[in-house]
Nanobody, 122 residues
Framework: QVQPVESGGGMVQAGGSLRLSCAHS?????MGWFRQAPGKARELVAA????????KYADFVKGRFTISRDNAKNTVALQMNDLKPEDTAVYLC??????????????????WGRGTQVTVSS
């Protein structure tokens, strides 16, 4: 199984935007974006089913982040707007077998990227 590969991280000032991208295997998987800040547990940020029509967001990003996917290109994106210093973390892309529909439980994800750093300065 091909491991997802993230790109697009970087440094931005509070209120700015970044767009993360994840290249994945193209298997009919649900996809998710997670993040992990130093000393904190990994947490789900956003998830989408295979079609991309069904999405879920953590409360702390609702209205600011958008997950989308282009299945023709085997990519999934996370558009992050109005970034805050507390959004600073390593952001990871992961895939979950498509039979689960949309995956909100971390334990269902079976393939993980290495992550990309997002740093938001105040």
């Amino acid at each position: 199984q091909v491991q997802p590969v993230e790109s697009g991280g970087g440094m931005v000032q509070a209120g700015g935007s970044l767009r993360l991208s994840c290249a994945h295997s193209g298997r009919a998987d649900a996809m998710g974006w997670f993040r992990q800040a130093p000393g904190k547990a990994r947490e789900l940020v956003a998830a989408a089913d295979w079609s991309g029509d069904n999405t879920k967001y953590a409360d702390f990003v609702k209205g600011r982040f958008t997950i989308s996917r282009d299945n023709a290109k085997n990519t999934v994106a996370l558009q992050m707007n109005d970034l805050k210093p507390e959004d600073t973390a390593v952001y990871l892309c992961a895939s979950c077998p498509g039979r689960y529909g949309i995956c909100t439980k971390e334990a269902l994800y079976d393939s993980w990227g290495r992550g990309t750093q997002v740093t938001v300065s105040s």
